[in-house]
Structure formats: C-alpha cells, structure tokens
C-alpha cells in the first residue's frame, strides 16, 4: 500500500483547508482509513477515521463538528476537509491505512503516508 498525501499549508484561525490522501497498491474494500497528526514535541495523535466500504467516521473529541473526512471510491483518494482550524490544530497531518474496523491507536495502522505540514496563523 502507498499513501501520498497533500494539500497542506499555512490558513488563518477560522479558515479551511483540504487535505488529500491518494491510496495505491492494492483494493481497499475491507480496509479503514485514518488520519493522525504530530505537533512538535508531542506524541502523534488519531484525528479521524473512515471504514472504506461502508463510509462509517469517527472523530477525536478534539475535531468532531469541526472536520469532516470522506472518500472518493472512483479516485482512490481519502480526503480531510477542516474547517474552523484553530492554532492548536497545527502539525503534520498524516494518512494510514489497515486491514479491518476503524481504529484510533497508531501501532494498529500499518500503511503510513509522509505526512503534510499544516500551520494555522493566529
């Protein structure tokens, strides 16, 4: 599995912003999506999550309201779209991918994407 993700950059508290993961190497009918994040100096950190298949989402408390993730089938592509960012949700933002349910823990995903840099300017 190869992950690429893009769409990152500097936004204005309040304002929006989309992120894209375009998914290659194998079908991805029984796999979940996720996204993490990674501020500076602290631990990398679920923000959202989506079953391929069905669509099913979860979100950390943290975003829930704020950000919305989807997928696109035809495209292989899974996408973040944020809205509302905040200063805190500044970091790199990465893809992953597994086999099976949603899940929020870092180890249980085994694809990983190289991550986009997302800054928001107070």
């Known amino acids: 599995v190869q992950l690429q993700a893009s769409g990152g950059g500097l936004v204005q508290a309040g304002g929006s912003l989309r992120l894209s993961c375009a998914a290659s190497?194998?079908?991805?009918?029984?796999?979940?999506m996720g996204w993490f994040r990674q501020a500076p100096g602290k631990e990398r950190e679920f923000v959202a999550g989506?079953?391929?298949?069905?669509?099913?989402?979860y979100y950390a408390s943290s975003v829930k309201g704020r950000f919305t993730i989807s997928r696109d089938i035809a495209k292989n592509t899974v996408y973040l779209q944020m809205n509302s960012v905040k200063p805190e949700d500044t970091a790199v933002y990465y893809c992953?991918?597994?086999?099976?349910?949603?899940?929020?823990?870092?180890?249980?995903?085994?694809?990983w994407g190289q991550g986009t840099q997302v800054t928001v300017s107070s």
């Open positions: 992953a991918a597994k086999g099976g349910p949603i899940a929020t823990g870092v180890l249980e995903y085994n694809s």
């Open positions: 190497g194998r079908t991805f009918s029984s796999y979940a």
């Open positions: 989506i079953g391929w298949s069905r669509g099913s989402t």
